[in-house]
């Protein structure tokens, strides 16, 4: 498993969110009240970026069709996806946010 720095807690306010590319991988983290979540940036249903989408308190919509995934979980909580989101542990530490990816 390998740690990766995405930015400083500062760089992303309550309720916004930001795209990252970490290993090739485009990753989404949001920040809800304070809270950082990582997920994978791609929506599982038409490959569209989630972070162009709707964050709404713990749900993702995707710009697309509409799907939306909880960033908690990754779960499916409407359709047309029925594909769960990736997500990946946060650390938050030194003023800074860390995503840990595995190997």
Partial sequence: MAQFELCKID???TGEKKRFMVEGK???LANVVGNFFATDDTCTHARAS???GCLRGYEIECSWHGARFDIR???VKVLPAVI???TYPVEVRDE???ITLKS
Avoid: Q
């Fill in 26 to 28: 485009a990753i989404m």
């Fill in 73 to 75: 979980s990754g779960e």
């Fill in 84 to 86: 769960p989101l990736k």
């Fill in 50 to 52: 989630l972070t162009a």
């Fill in 11 to 13: 760089e992303i306010a």
């Fill in 96 to 98: 800074a946010v860390f």
